[in-house]
């Protein structure tokens, strides 16, 4: 069922069932209300009979006449009085007493033991309800016998206007039982309306309308927090959007130049008949390109799996200072082409729990980044220390550096500054955006401080070994 559905439900069988107890609870304490003013009127009329009892138990009811005076109101119930000796024998009664309430009999005369006496709820031969009250009295000497008094009140009006106010409260149940149901759907519908608005929104959503947003004013505070969060997924979807967007448009411009050249080549190689001198110039730059691509296609497909994570981390316990001679000693021969001197300074023994391979790479990357930006009799020096939980390893050059409007985005996929383009055709701008991924993969993060004509240093931080 649908969340409207069952609000309406939940809402009108809540409504409902508050509506059903009070209504019960009005009727008992209107059942009871007028059963314990009968037993008043019943009381009353007992104490007005007693106090006119004389010696004599048959005077009180003679001459009073079988039918009700005209002048009596239409709905008085009818009042009966009788008095008994111990034996159950009827000294004196109101007239049809006799028909309608059979005398009570010694054994009952007998259980009464208080003065207070006892009631009961009596029904006629003729089906009428009636209320009995009887009571002792005892002889004013020793010689007057024990006797006993009962009074009797008809209750058939009472149960006639009962039984017309459950007809009238099955009446008014009905009706609340509509109305509850009416109004809850109601109450459910104008409460998801802010919902099927947010689902209206979402659903004109595209590629190319991601910079849509849903309205927050006038939502109720758990929908403006739903609204919020999602709002918040687009301005990530259009980010990411956006980059990917943009990262298309790189790579089909890095592996168009290459492309473009090797294609150049072959047209001007088939243009005529070469030697086999100019045939092998061909395909050694053709080659050049193709090893262009592939360092390309090679370092997207770990970007690609960098970021959706598909490949588990290689983790192992390693000694930093150790890891970062053995990189030393492979860029050391491009280090002595270059004019540029390569050191690991000294350092305290630091372990970290790291993936070998990737963490060789990222300061590969690193130091291939430095020899590329530093002058003939520069220097580019590796360090590494520990700090609490964390480890950094540093490399710093005195290469020309970096302005600082670019720092910022130096770690974004295929970006490049203009002295870069100019100082290695090689460079595909994703040698510190791998630095990046591989920092983030480990728990870590890369930062970065450059000053132009002083030079540049990177900072690799990682997890320390637990």
């Not at 009962?150 to 039984?163: C, F, G, I, T, W």
């Not at 109601?186 to 409460?191: F, H, V, W």
Request: aromatic share 6%; charged share 20%.
């Amino acid at each position: 069922m649908s969340i409207a559905v069952r609000l309406t439900l939940w809402y009108a069988l809540s409504a409902f069932t508050l509506i059903v107890v009070a209504t019960g609870l009005l009727y008992w304490v209107l059942v009871n209300s007028m059963y314990q003013e009968d037993l008043r009127d019943l009381a009353d009329n007992l104490n007005n009979a007693l106090l006119l009892l004389p010696s004599s138990p048959t005077a009180p009811f003679e001459g009073l006449p079988e039918q009700r005076p005209s002048w009596a109101p239409p709905h008085q119930p009818e009042i009966y009085l009788r008095v008994l000796d111990a034996g159950a024998h009827t000294l004196t009664e109101t007239p049809g007493m006799a028909q309608q309430l059979p005398p009570p009999t010694q054994p009952e005369l007998a259980a009464i033991t208080t003065s207070d006496g006892t009631k009961r709820d009596i029904v006629s031969p003729s089906g009428q309800p009636f209320l009995s009250l009887i009571v002792r009295i005892p002889g004013q000497s020793a010689a007057q016998q024990l006797r006993f008094m009962q009074v009797a009140m008809d209750r058939e009006h009472d149960e006639y206007l009962l039984a017309r106010y459950r007809e009238r409260l099955w009446l008014v149940l009905a009706a609340s039982l509509v109305l509850c149901s009416i109004g809850g759907y109601l109450i459910a519908r104008r409460g998801m309306r802010p919902i099927e608005d947010i689902g209206r929104t979402a659903a004109h959503i595209r590629a190319t309308t991601l910079h849509e947003r849903i309205g927050t004013e006038g939502l109720p505070a758990e929908l403006s927090g739903l609204a919020e969060t999602f709002n918040e997924m687009l301005d990530r979807l259009e980010q990411s959007f956006r980059h990917v967007s943009q990262f298309s448009d790189d790579v089909a411009h890095e592996l168009r130049t290459p492309i473009n050249n090797l294609r150049g080549e072959i047209e001007v190689a088939l243009g005529k008949p070469r030697s086999g001198e100019e045939y092998r110039d061909v395909l050694g730059s053709c080659l050049e390109e193709c090893g262009r691509i592939s360092r390309v296609i090679q370092t997207l497909l770990f970007l690609a799996r960098s970021d959706t994570a598909i490949e588990t981390l290689q983790r192992e316990k390693v000694e930093i200072g150790k890891e970062l001679r053995t990189v030393q000693n492979y860029y050391e021969a491009a280090a002595a082409e270059a004019g540029v001197e390569l050191s690991v300074l000294p350092g305290e023994t630091i372990h970290a729990e790291i993936d070998r391979t990737l963490f060789q790479q990222a300061v590969g990357n690193l130091i291939s980044n430095s020899l590329a930006h530093t002058t003939t009799g520069g220097a580019v020096r590796l360090a590494a220390r520990a700090d609490h939980s964390r480890v950094t390893v540093s490399v710093d050059d005195t290469g020309c550096g970096i302005p600082a409007e670019h720092l910022p985005r130096v770690f974004e996929r295929f970006y490049r500054i203009d002295q870069v383009r100019r100082s290695s055709a090689q460079n595909a701008g994703l040698g510190l955006a791998v630095v990046k991924s591989i920092a983030t993969r480990h728990g870590g993060h890369v930062e970065i401080d450059s000053e132009v004509g002083h030079g540049t240093e990177v900072r690799l931080i990682l997890p320390a070994s637990t």
